[in-house]
């Protein structure tokens, strides 16, 4: 780009595939044949990429831990004119990865930034969810330690968007867990290893994904897309007092607290519910 008569060169942000290499764009094979740096979060698996497609390039590492010193490089390679595609492990890169510090910066010195748009986790989990995608909000990871995540599951709890999150299976289920308190039981869809050979998408409920993991133990990224602030799952019913009260109680409310809540909102008996839960869900006295 011209700036008076300085030539600067473009930062492109390059989407790679997110597992199946046939959603490689031509496109995107031709900006990282053509740019004369390669930025990569992991250098030796984007080399295996490159390696696939035949292109040498010049690469570096460009991550979390190096977007300082490294950003600052990037910059002065393209305040001389040198083109930079700058590419995360897989997917756009920019979303929930520090390419979007790298945007700022060259954007903020006039540099021009081009997307080169192709797979993307986030929006393939959301259109295959059965979850309305207008509106949706994005929140990324959710924070590593538990009290700054609920206190950011508190803050989103009234969203009114679908809400598409990602999270890494170490952490999978605790975050369930929290979720389904904090927000309570609603529509979820859960999808991992999105156009990879194991890719799985379940369709059900928070609760209902908690008990699909108890089934099978949670492996690679997952990409959670959650109905909105009010939601209720298609096999919950409305305005069932013994449904609200199973859903407490599947919360880990204690029996007492919850059916104290529930006789209270409805103007019924405890014991009314207390032995419905026993003659249906086969709790002992």
Same mark, same amino acid.
């Given at each position: 780009?011209?700036?008076?008569?300085?030539?600067?060169?473009?930062?492109?942000?390059?989407?790679? #595939?997110?597992?199946?290499?046939?959603?490689?764009?031509?496109?995107?094979?031709?900006?990282?044949?053509?740019?004369?740096?390669?930025?990569?979060?992991?250098?030796r698996h984007t080399l295996q990429l490159l390696n696939r497609f035949e292109i040498k390039k010049h690469l570096v590492r460009y991550d979390e831990h190096t977007k300082k010193c490294q950003g600052d490089f990037l910059l002065q390679e393209l305040k001389a004119g040198k083109n930079v595609a700058l590419v995360s492990d897989a997917g756009f890169p920019g979303i929930a990865d520090p390419g979007e510090n790298m945007a700022l910066k060259a954007i903020s010195e006039g540099i021009n930034v081009i997307p080169v748009p192709g797979a993307n986790a986030a929006l393939s989990a959301l259109v295959v969810s059965g979850l309305p995608a207008t509106p949706f909000f994005f929140g990324g990871f959710l924070p590593k330690t538990k009290k700054k995540r609920r206190e950011q599951l508190?803050?989103?709890?009234?969203?009114?968007?679908?809400?598409?999150?990602?999270?890494? #299976?170490?952490?999978?289920?605790?975050?369930?867990?929290?979720?389904?308190?904090?927000?309570?039981?609603?529509?979820?869809?859960?999808?991992?290893?999105?156009?990879?050979?194991?890719?799985?998408?379940?369709?059900?409920?928070?609760?209902?994904?908690?008990?699909?993991?108890?089934?099978?133990?949670?492996?690679?990224?997952?990409?959670?897309?959650?109905?909105?602030?009010?939601?209720? #799952?298609?096999?919950?019913?409305?305005?069932?007092?013994?449904?609200?009260?199973k859903g407490l109680l599947d919360r880990g409310i204690d029996r007492k607290t919850a059916l104290a809540e529930i006789a209270k909102k409805y103007k019924i008996p405890k014991r009314e519910l207390y032995n419905r839960l026993i003659s249906e869900e086969g709790i002992k006295e």
């Amino acid at each position: 780009m011209e700036k008076g008569k300085i030539f600067y060169g473009t930062l492109y942000l390059c989407a790679t #595939p997110i597992g199946n290499l046939e959603d490689m764009t031509p496109r995107a094979l031709r900006i990282l044949s053509e740019a004369d740096i390669v930025a990569a979060e992991d250098t030796r698996h984007t080399l295996q990429l490159l390696n696939r497609f035949e292109i040498k390039k010049h690469l570096v590492r460009y991550d979390e831990h190096t977007k300082k010193c490294q950003g600052d490089f990037l910059l002065q390679e393209l305040k001389a004119g040198k083109n930079v595609a700058l590419v995360s492990d897989a997917g756009f890169p920019g979303i929930a990865d520090p390419g979007e510090n790298m945007a700022l910066k060259a954007i903020s010195e006039g540099i021009n930034v081009i997307p080169v748009p192709g797979a993307n986790a986030a929006l393939s989990a959301l259109v295959v969810s059965g979850l309305p995608a207008t509106p949706f909000f994005f929140g990324g990871f959710l924070p590593k330690t538990k009290k700054k995540r609920r206190e950011q599951l508190k803050e989103w709890c009234n969203m009114p968007a679908t809400t598409v999150l990602y999270e890494a #299976p170490h952490r999978i289920e605790e975050v369930l867990r929290d979720i389904l308190e904090i927000w309570g039981d609603r529509s979820m869809t859960a999808a991992r290893e999105l156009t990879k050979l194991h890719e799985e998408i379940f369709r059900s409920s928070v609760s209902g994904c908690l008990k699909w993991l108890e089934e099978q133990p949670p492996r690679g990224e997952f990409c959670l897309v959650i109905g909105k602030s009010g939601d209720v #799952p298609q096999n919950a019913k409305k305005g069932d007092p013994f449904t609200e009260a199973k859903g407490l109680l599947d919360r880990g409310i204690d029996r007492k607290t919850a059916l104290a809540e529930i006789a209270k909102k409805y103007k019924i008996p405890k014991r009314e519910l207390y032995n419905r839960l026993i003659s249906e869900e086969g709790i002992k006295e």
